[in-house]
């Protein structure tokens, strides 16, 4: 079956995690060509570190890097309800080769998800 996975990504699994057991498991799920939503984000020292992991294992033949946005939480949106929490930073990961963002603000990001590979 043709398709793209989304892996979404609580709050609360996210908590029980270490910084570096995030940003593995992330960098892991996007080289396997799949997009991760994360419904509290990441913090800056984190995001940089998975931007400065994601340089390190860049091949060009079979990972070309990664697309990061984010957007704070101002309220139990969709998410919140489809996670049970509230607030906080949704952050969507992929790669760069399939997720493209098209638009971002602070109330949505638009991206584009490509099947090709």
Do not use: C, W
Not at 12 to 23: A, T, Y
Not at 94 to 112: C, H, M, V, W, Y
């Amino acid at each position: 079956m043709e398709g793209v996975q989304l892996n979404l990504i609580s709050k609360d699994r996210l908590d029980k995690m270490g910084s570096m057991e995030k940003i593995r498991m992330i960098l892991d799920e996007v080289k396997r060509g799949k997009i991760v939503v994360l419904e509290s984000g990441l913090t800056p020292e984190e995001e940089a570190k998975l931007i400065e992991l994601t340089m390190l294992e860049i091949d060009h033949e079979n990972f070309v890097g990664i697309e990061v946005e984010s957007y704070p939480q101002k309220s139990k949106g969709f998410f919140g309800k489809l996670f049970g929490g509230s607030g906080g930073r949704l952050t969507v990961i992929g790669p760069a080769n399939r997720l493209k963002t098209l638009q971002k603000s602070d109330e949505f990001i638009e991206a584009l998800v490509s099947i090709d590979r």
